[in-house]
Every structure is written in C-alpha cells, then in structure tokens.
C-alpha cells in the first residue's frame, strides 16, 4: 500500500485503536524525511536497522515494496499485503474495520 | 489481475530509483530521463504518469529505460485508467521503433500483461526465441516468459522455460546475474531456493496441464520439500495454489482445501486462491454455507505472533513496534521513497 493512501485510513479510525507503523527499508533518510513531510504523513515512521539490527529482511523476510503486514489487537499477524493496486485501499479497510 | 502484474509495477518503480543514482550522461535522451525521474516522484495521478511515460517514449522508443516505461504505461493507463486497448496501442506502435533486443522483449513481455482484456498478437515463444537468439536469457526472464505462459496456458512453453530456470536456481547463478551487487552467503542461498522452489512449482503446473499427473505431483512435492516460506509460512511462490487447483480437479478435495486454505488465509495474494478455494469449499459442502466463518477459523490457526523490533524514528528516539501497537489494531508497512 502506497504511504500517502494509509493517512485518511489512520485518521479515521485511530480513535478506535488503529495504528500504522511504516519502516523505511533502504535507510535513505533524507529521502524520506522528505517524503513524509510532503505528504504530511503523521502516523509512526521508523528507519530500518543496519546490519545485525537489520528487521526488514532479516525478521520479516520481506523482498518486494510495499508490502504490508496487518496485526491484531492480540499482536497476531491476520493479513498481508504486497503492492499496491486499483482497489486495494476498500480490502484493507474492511480488514482493518473487522479487527476493530 | 495478477501477482505478476503487482511486481512488474514494482520492478517499475525500483527502475526509476536505480536510475536516480547514475547521473554523469549527457545525451539528449538520458537528459529528458533525469528530468523525467526529478518530476515523476512529485506526480499523484495515473494521468499525470502515464503522460510523462508516453511523452519518453514518443520522443526516445528505443533505450535502456523504454522496458520501464512500458510498464508505466500498461499499468497506469491499462489498468488504473481502464484503458488497456490505448495502452497496447501506445506500446504496440513503440515497439516498431525498437531495435535493441532486449528491449524488444521487455515491451513485448509488457504487452502480453494486457491479454486478459486485448487481444494480444504475439508469439510468446518467438518473442522469448528472439533473445536467446542474441544471448542466453536470465533467470528473471525464463521466470517472465513461464508466468506468462501459465496465464497464457501455453504449457509447453511454461515447461520448457520453467526448467531452464531451475537450471539457474544456484547461489553461483545467482550471483552472476547481479556482478556489481555484494551479497551475503545467507542471502544469496535464500534466494537461490526460492528460484527452485518458484520453478518447480511452475513447472509441475505446466506439466499438470499437460497430463503428466505423477511428475506434476512430484514436482509440487519437490517444491514442498525446498522449504522457500514467508513470515508467515506459506510458501512464496503460487505452490499451494498450483497443488491445489490440480488435488481438486483429481478429486482430492480435502488436501485441496488444506492447500488452498494456506494460501488463501492471509489475504489475496494475486493467485486467486480464494476463489479457487470457494470452489473447493462448495464441492465438500454442497454449498458455501459457512464459507466466511470457515476462512476465518482458518486464518486464526495459521495465525503467527509478530516478532517485537526497536528502530529509531527520524527524530532520534528508539521505538519498539510493542510501544505503538500493544492492544490495538496495527498496520505494519514497509517501504523506501521512489
């Protein structure tokens, strides 16, 4: 899920204890703050860890970007999402509205 | 559509930030490029993206980055605007100023993305022949022309190109389709198994199709066997749909359940398992009564933990995934600016 579409989704239901968490993989800060700005993103954004504190890759075994990862309020991993298409914004507010 | 079209996309976007790096060319076509990638990361539309890619290729068809600005247009204009007839004219007239080999399949790989809703009239077969005319292909371009294949259903053609590339499925081959990349042993064996794997499963697809029944099932079991799995478990390649899909049409509707379940449990992964499954579901049932409930349940047993992590924010301060998200509903993204 492109960044900018998650913001409408967390403004609207945070209230109700939805969260969004975004790590950065690639570590090109400048290029993010950047970003995030633009956007006005202001859910939690993290930078990735170098070498052996490395989560990307090396925990979620995640390759492709975007890919995104939706957890319980029990911290259970209940659905994922690689890319970004046409569409994909309604599945994931009904996932999310589910969970809630 | 499909899983393929979802990473096309993406192997569009990591072009353009690749591109972002080299900058000391100075022709009139690597000029219009660099602006191109100055303006693209400041565009929201598919309009407005479709229109910087058509005015590239209208003025510079032939060059290294004409594959990418395929892609832009067959998913922006083809799917996002709906307009996948404009989108193969748009590509079809660039490809007759294409040369350069390689590029000549790129295009045409993207045109094939568009067979779904035009009719597309290429030989997948001579488009792939055409290249390994000029050299060997890659691993990445056996696994194009396979995908394609499969979605096509020229099995032949699948079984033929998905072997080939499990010829390539070797930390060795690996590494040398990328020699300027550094990667670690752990990496590069990784992803040598989930060539294998994504092989394999393909190829027992084909195979399947072609009424080799017991070397498809081997092939699924092969594949199996590699262990090439997600976060979550299931594999990473379309295996479960695949295995599946075949249990079920020989009648073996439990282990097709089982198979698609797993696939299917997590969301839609561009396989169609789910529909697939609903199929499966239905055939037991007499009905899909309980379908959702049983998706559900499913989901909820094959459900992991997610692992705790500490990163910094880009204020300097150490955040653990526990401290945002414990007991509420959370969506973890990955991602890096394009």
Redesign the interface.
């Known amino acids: 899920m492109e960044l900018p579409r998650l913001q409408p989704l967390y403004e609207q239901y945070k209230d109700q204890g939805f969260e969004v968490v975004a790590v950065e993989a690639k570590r090109d800060a400048e290029r993010a703050k950047k970003f995030i700005e633009e956007k006005g993103l202001t859910y939690t954004t993290l930078e990735n860890g170098e070498d052996d504190q490395e989560v990307v890759g090396s925990i979620f075994k995640v390759r492709s970007f975007p890919s995104s990862f939706l957890i319980d309020r029990d911290g259970k991993v209940m659905y994922f999402h690689l890319g970004f298409e046409a569409g994909d914004e309604e599945r994931l507010e009904d996932e999310i509205k589910t969970l809630l | 559509?499909s899983r393929k079209?979802?990473?096309l996309?993406?192997v569009v976007l990591v072009g353009l930030a690749g591109a972002c790096a080299k900058q000391e060319q100075a022709s009139p076509a690597e000029e219009a490029w660099s602006a191109l990638v100055e303006e693209w990361?400041g565009l929201?539309t598919a309009e407005e993206k479709t229109t910087l890619a058509e005015n590239y290729l209208a003025e510079f068809p032939d060059t290294e980055h004409s594959g990418s600005m395929a892609g832009v247009v067959v998913y922006y204009r083809g799917?996002?605007m709906e307009d996948p007839q404009g989108a193969y004219d748009v590509v079809a007239s660039t490809l007759e100023h294409i040369v350069d080999p390689e590029q000549r399949f790129e295009v045409s790989m993207e045109l094939f993305n568009l067979a779904d809703s035009v009719e597309v009239p290429l030989d997948l077969a001579q488009v792939a022949n055409s290249l390994s005319a000029h050299r060997p292909l890659t691993y990445s371009e056996h696994q194009q022309v396979f995908e394609t294949a499969v979605d096509l259903e020229e099995w032949m053609v699948a079984d033929e190109h998905a072997l080939a590339a499990l010829d390539m499925a070797t930390p060795e081959a690996y590494r040398a389709d990328y020699p300027d990349r550094e990667f670690t042993d752990e990496?590069v064996a990784e992803r040598a198994q989930t060539r294998k794997a994504t092989a394999l499963a393909y190829d027992g697809w084909a195979l399947y199709n072609m009424g080799d029944t017991e070397l498809a099932f081997a092939r699924f079991a092969a594949a199996d066997e590699v262990g090439s799995v997600?976060?979550?478990g299931i594999p990473?390649t379309p295996l479960y749909t695949f295995w599946g899909r075949a249990a079920m049409r020989e009648g073996d509707l439990d282990t097709a359940i089982e198979l698609l379940g797993a696939e299917a449990a997590?969301?839609?992964?561009?396989s169609g398992a789910e529909a697939f499954l609903r199929d499966a579901y239905t055939a037991k049932n007499g009905n899909e009564k309980g379908f959702d409930e049983f998706l559900w349940a499913t989901?909820?047993e094959l459900?992991?933990?997610?692992?705790d992590?500490t990163?910094?924010?880009?204020e300097g301060n150490q955040?653990s995934?526990a401290d945002?998200?414990?007991?509420?509903?959370?969506?973890?993204?990955?991602?890096?600016?394009t």
């Open positions: 559509m079209t979802t990473i996309t993406l990361s929201d799917q996002e990496d997600s976060y979550l990473n997590f969301g839609n992964d561009g989901r909820g459900a992991k933990r997610v692992d992590f990163l910094l924010d880009y955040i995934l945002v998200s414990t007991g509420k509903v959370t969506l973890l993204a990955f991602w890096f600016p």
